[in-house]
């Protein structure tokens, strides 16, 4: 799995090189930014990482998935808790009610499929 996360980093990394000199102008990013771009780069990818292979050995592969709906909304409580004066807009809170009826939906075909009581 590892591997394959690799080649998806290189390969973006390879076509915004070829890319980015042609759609832009370059600019040096500045050194405040650093920061802000490693916390990024550290909660996409290795925290994220790091959880789902720790759920994989602990729940079956269907049973992660179904957790992959619920990111984006701990994404949302996430901000709203470090940042509170973050508002919550119209679209934020379809999406939320969209990403639980999708969860409780897979959930209930699942005990559909295998005869099991919600």
């Given at each position: 799995m590892q591997i394959n996360i690799f080649a998806y980093v290189l390969?973006?990394?390879?076509?915004?090189?070829?890319?980015?000199?042609?759609?832009?102008?370059?600019?040096l990013i500045d050194v405040s930014l650093i920061g802000i771009i490693s916390w990024?780069?550290?909660?996409d990818y290795i925290i994220s990482v790091f959880i789902w292979i720790r759920i994989l050995k602990i729940r079956t592969s269907s049973k992660a998935a179904g957790l992959s709906l619920l990111t984006p909304f701990s994404?949302?409580?996430?901000?709203?808790?470090?940042?509170?004066?973050?508002?919550?807009?119209?679209?934020?809170?379809i999406g939320l009610i969209?990403?639980?009826?999708?969860?409780a939906?897979?959930?209930?075909?699942?005990?559909?499929?295998?005869g099991e009581k919600s």
């Amino acid at each position: 799995m590892q591997i394959n996360i690799f080649a998806y980093v290189l390969i973006g990394f390879i076509v915004s090189a070829v890319l980015l000199p042609i759609t832009s102008s370059f600019v040096l990013i500045d050194v405040s930014l650093i920061g802000i771009i490693s916390w990024l780069g550290l909660t996409d990818y290795i925290i994220s990482v790091f959880i789902w292979i720790r759920i994989l050995k602990i729940r079956t592969s269907s049973k992660a998935a179904g957790l992959s709906l619920l990111t984006p909304f701990s994404t949302l409580l996430f901000v709203k808790l470090v940042f509170p004066e973050t508002q919550m807009g119209i679209y934020q809170a379809i999406g939320l009610i969209l990403i639980l009826a999708g969860a409780a939906l897979q959930n209930e075909r699942k005990n559909k499929s295998t005869g099991e009581k919600s």
